[in-house]
């Protein structure tokens, strides 16, 4: 099962809103909603990540509505609006997949310049 | 608190066996399915394995499958996951992660992390 195609880096500045997309195929993104977004500081060595979107477009509690998800097609994206400082991150997709697998994207590293 | 604990990392020969253990605390354990990510030096997350809430059911990544084998003890909160065959590609950060469960529904999503453990696998 391949990765999800994610862009390698994105980049915004303070106050603007950004997109990131996670490319997959029918088998993955396109055939369940079940798709989940991760935040991965890298600043601090071993940072776990962070579950910031799941079910393609949903909130766990205690993560800012600056965080919105959606599904088109084989393609999800995660749109962080009014950019702050603190976001800048590297960012996962996850996707279920056929056959009880479970997809990564290759993660995005977003810059807040 | 919620809490996952990782343990049994070090640096291994290729070839040999290693056996990862992680420990849960602060949620009812059996009603979750769980789950071993890991991460290799500066790359990004791989899904390894998954079992589910009760054990009955045990889903393997293809880059793994053959040489781990995932189980728990839900009398213990514990889960591990047995690592045969060590190769150089298997050294990476290996997560426990727990699946997200609400209301009946489980969502394919990993909702609390461990601090991970740490595998070398070199000569």
Known sequence: QSALTQPPSASGSPGQSITISCTGTSSDVGGYNYVSWYQQHQQHPGKAPKLIIYDVNKRPSGVPDRFSGSKSGNTASLTVSGLQA??????????????NNLIFGGGTKLTVL | QVQLVESGGGVVQPGRSLRLSCAAS???FSSHGMHWVRQAPGKGL?????IWYDGSNKYYGDSVKGRVTISRDNSKN?????????RAEDT?????????YISGWF???FDIWGQGTVVTVSS
Do not use: I, P
């Open chain 2, 92 to 100: 990476a950060v290996y997560y426990c992660v727990r699946e997200l």
């Open chain 2, 78 to 86: 514990t889960m591990d996951l047995q690592m045969n065959s060590l």
């Open chain 1, 86 to 99: 603190e976001d800048e991150a590297d960012y996962y997709c996850s996707s279920y997949a056929d056959k």
């Open chain 2, 26 to 28: 602060g949620f009812t």
């Open chain 2, 107 to 109: 969502y394919h999503a």
């Open chain 2, 46 to 50: 791989e899904w390894v394995a998954v």
